[in-house]
């Protein structure tokens, strides 16, 4: 690969974008112009510039994914992915090797080696699954849920017979985070191997969709990643229903029209991709970013930075939208998406470091700064609002007054009311497009429960998006306050479990501010004419209830109620894979359960001492540092409470752990080689 090819586009693919390009800057003319007429004569120029200038950039990415959107949903009904990958041949035996790489950071292991052990029997189904092989490369840093890990994976290996195909790694260095963690397993493993698929702890994905990544790498040897699309599944809590519900019918028309616009200059999400693991470890490393965190260090949000690296060495980075079959699980509750997007936003933020890099596609440069627009639109969408406020409340006891606009022959409150109607039509195109081509035919809408119960779940979901949406807006400008202030978000693993709703009085305190910025903004409106704080009651209501809305749609009764009443149905539910089913049935017998102790559990369990030493003999292990090593001695010898570091530092030294107890060294000096051997 050259990197003079990386910035060849092709004609077909110029047009499209070109033709999407111009759209969205036509939509935003005609709303910028609108808008003008609105606000003209209401303020003084400087506030009237700023309020255009924050609306017509806003006005421009919503139209930009609006345009997009409609270009998917074209490429959908009419059958063209818009690719342009050679096609694969499907009888053809697979020659190449590929690594299923999950990545874990104190996850609950059984959920985890459930969606491993189902991906591992569909796969044996096929002559072809023995070029599969599967890697759980754990940075867990919580000792009890490591030696599960090691429990969880000796057992699926005994159960499945599949001793050759599935292992285990420890690292005892999380240096990188999860791009660390491939990054190692590429440097030891990597070269056995022609593509590794990447996913994620909650990742899941069938046989067939496996095997047809596989046979598209091989037929497009140019290509360096191809991404398939999730959909979300499995869960019940009200919140997560919804997701799912939006998830089915956006996800379709958004990838399409990610496809169309960037063909072989797409993108990657961090998982359920295949990369082909010469051009990753050719061109994908990733250097320490300059200055202090929150902006410097580690690149957290690596995938964006990746595909652009791939592309800018001359590799095609591919969207393959036509492949179903790739899922993942969203999170349970408002406040844990919320979670998640803390460390998104500034690994997003971040790449204004990596925008000037030489040599990047500018379709790459654009995915980057849309990544980064995402959160910096919150806080420019509240400078825009306080500013309309602030005007409103200076301005006139009415609506603006003057003659109608003369070319349209309308006056000022029809002209809010035309300018609301093509923001909202251009926000919810997704759904809207997903829910028609949902509805095609009786048999696919009986996929989502029916078409009454299709289009009264969409007119909900959109109801609650309105309510969240101001939410958002004030998490993610408090987010980039607080990159802006050097706070750094951490590396917290994400919550999975939704047995239990979020208690009211923590939705309470979570959301004390959006409270308090509603009261500020109810106070600031009942000195507004009913006709101008008429527009402005959807983002009050939403602040108001933002408690009682996360505490309710936490609540796994509230998602069983839904269900009852067929409402939030999707094919993922009423049609399921195999695949899904079988993880479910797989999820409802835990494998293990984490100990209370893990060095309590070693020195009880003879079993589970052998397994341990046998991970340590066959593992590369990072030595730990031996000052926490003789801390931990010395304090462990006392009886105190050893730290997680110290802990983990015990359990990373076969060493140490002969020292610690009796037993415990016996048991350790007796393990056999061949126990490591089989490991």
Request: proline share 6%; charged share 15%.
């Amino acid at each position: 690969m050259t990197s003079a090819s990386a910035h060849h586009t092709s004609l077909p693919a110029l047009s499209g974008r070109m033709s999407i390009m111009v759209a969205s800057l036509v939509t935003t003319g005609l709303g910028g112009w609108i808008s003008l007429h609105l606000v003209q004569g209401q303020a003084s120029t400087a506030v009237t510039i700023a309020l255009l200038s924050l609306f017509t950039l806003l006005l421009f990415w919503i139209a930009l994914s609006f345009w997009t959107s409609l270009a998917g949903f074209a490429s959908l009904a009419t059958r063209r992915s818009g690719s342009g990958l050679s096609p694969s041949d499907l009888q053809q035996p697979l020659r190449s090797r590929t690594a299923i790489l999950i990545p874990v950071y104190n996850e609950d292991p059984n959920p985890v080696f459930a969606n491993l052990a189902a991906m591992y029997e569909d796969l044996a189904r096929s002559p072809q699954g023995r070029h599969f092989d599967f890697f759980v490369l754990s940075d867990t840093t919580e000792p009890r849920i490591w030696i599960a890990e090691e429990a969880a994976w000796y057992m699926v290996r005994r159960l499945l017979k599949g001793g050759g195909q599935i292992h285990y790694r420890k690292r005892l260095s999380n240096s990188g985070r999860k791009a660390g963690n491939i990054a190692d397993f590429c440097r030891r493993w990597g070269r056995n191997y022609d593509y590794m698929v990447v996913l994620d702890a909650d990742s899941l994905m069938s046989a067939s969709t496996l095997l047809q990544m596989v046979r598209r790498m091989d037929a497009n040897p140019r290509a360096g990643l191809m991404q398939v699309p999730p959909v979300l599944i499995n869960r019940h809590s009200l919140f997560a229903r919804i997701q799912q519900f939006s998830s089915a019918l956006a996800t379709p028309i958004l990838a399409h029209g990610l496809a169309f616009f960037s063909r072989s200059e797409g993108n990657f999400w961090g998982h359920n991709a295949i990369i082909r693991v010469r051009a990753f470890t050719e061109s994908c490393g990733l250097p320490e970013l300059s200055g202090r965190k929150p902006f410097g260090g580690t690149v957290l949000s690596h995938d964006f930075v990746e595909a652009a690296l791939l592309r800018r060495a001359g590799w095609q980075v591919w969207m393959l939208p036509d492949l179903d079959g790739s899922y993942e699980e969203p999170p349970p509750s408002i406040m844990d998406h919320a979670l998640r997007d803390r460390r998104w936003c500034q690994g997003n933020l971040q790449h204004l470091k990596v925008l000037p890099a030489q040599g990047l596609h500018w379709v790459s440069r654009l995915h980057l700064l849309q990544g980064i627009f995402s959160y910096l639109a919150s806080p420019l969408w509240l400078a825009f609002l306080v500013l309309g406020i602030g005007t409103a409340l200076q301005g006139s006891d009415q609506l603006p007054s003057g003659s109608a606009v003369p070319v349209l022959g309308v006056g000022p409150g029809e002209l809010m009311t035309l300018l609301l109607a093509i923001i909202l039509t251009m926000l919810f195109a997704p759904r809207l497009l997903g829910l028609a081509w949902a509805l095609r035919t009786p048999v696919s809408a009986q996929a989502y429960g029916g078409r009454t119960s299709a289009l009264l779940s969409l007119g909900l979901e959109m109801l609650f998006s309105a309510l969240l949406a101001p939410i958002m807006m004030i998490l993610h400008s408090r987010f980039v306050l607080e990159v802006l202030l050097a706070r750094d978000s951490g590396w917290k693993p994400q919550q999975r479990s939704e047995s239990q709703p979020l208690p009211l009085a923590q939705a309470l305190k979570a959301c004390r501010l959006q409270v308090f910025c509603g009261m500020i903004s109810a106070v600031a409106l009942l000195a507004l004419p009913l006709q101008v704080a008429y527009w402005f009651s959807p983002i009050l209501a939403g602040l108001l209830l933002a408690p009682l809305l996360v505490w309710l749609t936490s609540h796994p009764v509230a998602g069983r109620v839904s269900r009852h009443l067929g409402l939030f149905l999707c094919p993922t539910e009423i049609q399921p894979e195999e695949v899904i089913l079988r993880t479910r049935e797989l999820a409802t017998h835990p494998l293990v359960s984490p100990p209370e102790s893990a060095l309590r559990a070693l020195s009880q369990d003879q079993k589970l001492c052998f397994l341990h030493k046998a991970v340590l003999a066959a593992t590369v292990q990072e030595q730990p540092d031996s000052t926490v090593l003789n801390r931990a001695l010395r304090r462990y010898s006392a009886g105190e409470q050893l730290e997680q570091e110290e802990e983990n530092a015990l359990l990373s030294s076969p060493d140490a752990l002969q020292k610690i107890a009796a037993p415990l060294g016996e048991l350790m000096d007796s393990a056999p080689n061949q126990t490591a051997q089989a490991a």
